[in-house]
């Protein structure tokens, strides 16, 4: 057994659901000390110790003992792409096929007219987002206090650490594209930009009820 593969392999997993070897140790019943020397190499672990932080890591010791052969090609097919239709008419497709240990997101949004979603909460330091519209016009208010106006075929790159707000205050639907890139919180996983509670749209206000 490669030990210096294995305990870069535990690191990882450890990591990537934001633990701390403190609150993995309390998790797997495996010290401190030993968790520390199994992720740098020094120290073979047990069979009965690699169950126990399988365990607390919340995967199968199988998984734990073997680095699986990464797939360089995943097709996601149309009908596998996973559409949200919002309250109001907004529709979300997911149109990347999930790869495990890569943060990144691509999707396709329509925004009806006058639609208003609320602000989506900032991702973790570090991470980018880009936009691109393919039809019609959507307004990006960062940060509460910074617009930018996008039209067809303009694209936009922001820093995704930030409050973000899409809006269509226009007459037409507008159909947008957003890619991003997350970088995981250190204390926290964060899940990723979900559609969050509504605001009043721009049609509210004339009396046609609320959008999303």
């Keep these: ?16 659901r934001a633990l701390t070897l403190q609150r993995l140790a309390e998790l797997s019943s495996v010290s401190v000390s030993m968790l520390s020397a199994v992720e740098r190499g020094d120290k073979a672990a047990t069979v009965v110790v690699l169950d126990r932080i399988a365990a607390g890591l919340d995967v199968r010791l199988t998984e734990l003992l073997t680095e699986p052969e990464a797939e360089r090609i995943i097709v996601r097919r149309a009908a596998e792409q996973d559409t949200v239709a919002e309250p109001g008419g907004w529709h979300r497709t997911i149109l990347t096929p999930v790869v495990p240990g890569v943060n990144f997101e691509w999707v396709r949004s329509t925004l009806p007219p006058g639609c208003v979603p609320a602000d989506y909460p900032p991702y973790a330091p570090g991470s980018h987002e880009f ?22 075929g303009d694209s936009v790159y922001l820093a995704a650490d930030v ?12 159909t947008y594209y957003v890619a ?5 919180p250190r204390r926290a996983r964060q899940a990723a930009r979900r559609p969050p509670a509504p605001v009043a749209s721009s049609r509210k206000a004339a009396g046609e009820g609320q959008e999303t």
């Design 163 to 174: 409050t973000l707000r899409y809006a269509n205050h226009t007459a037409e639907p507008c």
């Design 180 to 184: 991003a890139l997350v970088m995981r």
């Design 1 to 16: 057994m490669d030990l210096a593969a294995l305990g870069q392999r535990i690191q990882r997993l450890r990591l990537e």
């Design 131 to 152: 936009i691109f519209v393919e039809s019609g016009t959507v307004t990006l208010t960062i940060d509460g206090d910074r617009t930018v106006e996008l039209t067809r």
